[in-house]
């Protein structure tokens, strides 16, 4: 499908932002070019899921008298999926449910001590250091020399402003988003902060579910790189259908795509 072609640019649009913010509106036309790339965090610039298995492991082993580890995998994400509505993406809400999961196992039983080994696998979450990904740098690196990025990702927001100033990636970020979750309102409004329509923008991330078919839906291009490990939560069908829907094996792959789609 050819890129949608918005030529109309009102009189009051030119006098409101200028003549060079019109030509460069008119450029952007003529050029297809994208004024946004989001880039989501987690899985897609640095590991993440990779430190809630080797945790879960960990749960496990510590309940591992009281319950089989795959009745208790199941228990914990239905507590986690109960909870995402009051405590949101992240580690702190994935202590609570693991608790919770405890007491329910332990039919309220459950020790003191291994109350506190739970905390203490979190709070080690909580300080794992950063390992970027393959290529993580170089994209990031090449494409915030043409493009504006937007770094759109949930979680709380303590560990992802820690993560991010750690990756040493911040300073190629146009601007930062964290999000209670990723909706398609939300990327309509993220975009359109740091300028652009959705239509002029693309959202890459190892989620489907919540990088991709959301930023579709609000008419970007979306782009799903599959990671290692992803949350149950997370999965959703390709939508193979779409003609602004890719998919890469990995992120090096990603300044070529912004290339092709933006000069075909
Ligand atoms: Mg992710």
């Excluded at 019109?22 to 993440?48: C, E």
């Excluded at 995402?84 to 007491?103: D, N």
């Excluded at 203490?120 to 393959?134: C, F, K, R, Y």
Aim: proline residues 4%; glycine residues 8%; negative net charge.
């Amino acid at each position: 499908m050819p890129f949608p072609l918005r030529i109309y640019i009102s009189h009051e649009v030119i006098q409101k932002r200028g003549r060079k913010a019109y030509a460069s509106a008119v450029l952007n036309v003529m050029t297809q070019k994208l004024q946004i790339i989001g880039l989501d965090a987690d899985d897609t610039l640095w590991q993440n899921e990779e430190f809630y298995r080797v945790t879960q492991a960990r749960f496990a082993e510590l309940l591992s008298d009281c319950c089989p580890e795959d009745d208790l995998q199941a228990r914990l994400l239905e507590a986690e999926r109960r909870n995402i509505g009051h405590y949101g993406f992240g580690i702190k809400g994935f202590m609570l449910s693991m608790i919770e999961t405890a007491l329910e196992v332990t039919e309220g039983k459950v020790s003191g001590a291994v109350i506190a080994e739970i905390l203490a696998a979190g709070q080690d979450m909580l300080q794992h250091p950063i390992t970027l990904l393959p290529h993580a740098e170089r994209v990031v690196r090449d494409l915030s020399q043409a493009h504006k990025l937007v770094l759109i990702t949930k979680g709380d927001l303590l560990d992802q402003e820690r993560k991010l100033a750690q990756s040493g990636l911040g300073d190629y970020f146009h601007g930062v988003e964290i999000v209670s979750d990723k909706r398609p309102e939300i990327y309509t409004r993220a975009f359109q902060r740091h300028g652009a329509a959705a239509d002029h923008a693309l959202m890459a991330g190892n989620s489907m579910k919540s990088d991709v078919i959301p930023a579709l839906e609000v008419g970007a291009f979306g782009v799903y790189i599959p990671s290692a490990y992803i949350w149950a939560l997370e999965a959703a069908e390709a939508p193979e259908t779409h003609s602004r829907y890719h998919r890469l094996p990995d992120l090096g792959g990603l300044p070529e795509l912004v290339a092709m789609i933006e000069n075909r």
